[in-house]
């Protein structure tokens, strides 16, 4: 019996960071799903469940970007005569999303924006908020983790079809546990300016102050650019019995980490709806976050403390209530495990990507046809 077309397998031709755990979770996802998958990269590293991952002008320079379009459209090519793939799909909008929507190839086109990509680059240059634009409107659908990028996008392209799909956490591994008997801080943000790790040893040394019997430990997870300044700031502050660096880790230790822990800090500058928040939220922690609106969206009274930008003494604070009141702190934590169970699990989240995947691939409607750049 001959197998139907609309039966076949989605072939998924991936523009994304190889190198990016996020990448390769969502096209493992696909992959589980039913889908086969090429990842063309600028970052070549082994992307589980893809049949290939092929770099191209590996880098980080921004120029580059435009360079490589040529060789983008030849290598699309080459790859749609033997892949024959059914769909595009470009993560970040302002690198890979550009790829994806400059390739060439007369398929449906899905762009996934990650945060920066709408919120902070477009605002730093008339040529970036064109390419986003652009970018943008040669999409037949896409994707970002929160509402004011969806928002956002709507401003570039106000009829474009959006859809708020989260990363997610995974409700299977990420769990609540059995905290320590001491006072143990969590952060899992990358050591890089916008997540303002130093106010964080700030309010943490504040804290201290305040309540100097309370055997407090902060754990700081991700590891970035900012490592030997943060480790000479918990000298000068005379932290270092009580400040440990892990670093990056894999999912084991950060599951365990935050299941020690008593409270998570993530107070960044700027940011979408974030990975490491809800994966806290999913291990029974309540969240001291930013006042920003990604954060709006998972935070409340109910689990958590939302604090302004920059805000030391307002950490210090929600560090303080949340040891003076550890009962309150759990129900949160409670509170929290629900939501994302309920709304953010990372298995309902790509159950809904695979469900837009099959859409776009067998409308019930014909797609509209926009135009795209095609291959010189």
């Known amino acids: 019996m001959s197998r139907r077309a609309d039966d076949a ?123 986003v634009g ?31 799909i989260l990363w997610g956490a995974d409700t299977d591994k990420f769990v609540p546990g059995d905290p320590g008997e001491d006072f143990d801080v969590i952060s899992l943000r990358s050591w890089e300016p916008n997540y303002n790790i130093d106010l964080i040893l700030e309010a943490f040394s504040r804290f201290l102050m305040l309540r100097p019997h309370s055997h407090a430990r902060l754990h700081l997870l991700g590891g970035g650019a900012m490592q030997a300044t943060l480790e000479a700031r918990v000298q000068e502050l005379r ?41 806290s939220m999913a291990c029974g922690l309540p969240i001291i976050a930013t006042d920003l609106p990604a954060n709006r969206q998972w935070i409340d009274e109910r689990g958590g403390w939302i604090v302004p930008v920059r805000d030391v003494d307002a950490v210090t604070q929600a560090l303080v209530t949340a040891y003076d009141h550890p009962a309150q702190a759990a129900q949160m934590g409670l509170h929290n495990r629900e939501r994302i169970e309920r709304d953010a699990s990372r298995r309902g989240q790509m159950d809904a990507m695979w469900r837009l995947y099959q859409k776009l691939l067998h409308p019930t409607v014909p797609r509209m046809q926009r135009p795209r750049a095609s291959a010189r």
């Open 239 to 279: 932290l270092l019995q009580q400040v440990r660096f892990h670093g990056r880790v894999g999912d084991v230790e950060m599951v365990n980490a935050i299941q020690r822990s008593r409270v998570s800090v993530s107070v960044p500058t700027s940011d979408a709806t974030s990975v490491s928040v809800l994966e």
């Open 134 to 164: 652009w970018s943008l409107r040669h999409a037949d659908l896409i994707t970002a983790d929160s509402m004011d990028m969806l928002d956002e996008i709507a401003r570039y392209h106000p009829s474009a079809p959006c859809h708020q």
């Open 9 to 131: 397998p989605a072939r998924i031709l991936f523009f994304a960071d190889a190198d990016s755990v996020h990448t390769r979770r969502w096209v493992a996802a696909a992959v589980e799903r039913g889908a086969e998958a090429i990842v063309i990269t600028r970052q070549p590293a082994e992307v589980p469940g893809a049949r290939e991952v092929i770099a191209i002008a590996p880098g980080n320079d921004k120029l580059s970007w435009f360079k490589a379009l040529p060789q983008v459209r030849r290598v699309a090519r080459e790859v749609a005569k033997r892949f024959k793939p059914t769909l595009v799909h470009g993560h970040y909008v302002t690198s890979y999303g550009l790829w994806a929507a400059m390739c060439g190839l007369k398929l449906p086109t899905v762009l996934t924006a990650w945060g920066s990509d709408i919120l902070v680059t477009p605002r730093e240059s008339r040529v970036m908020r064109a390419v």
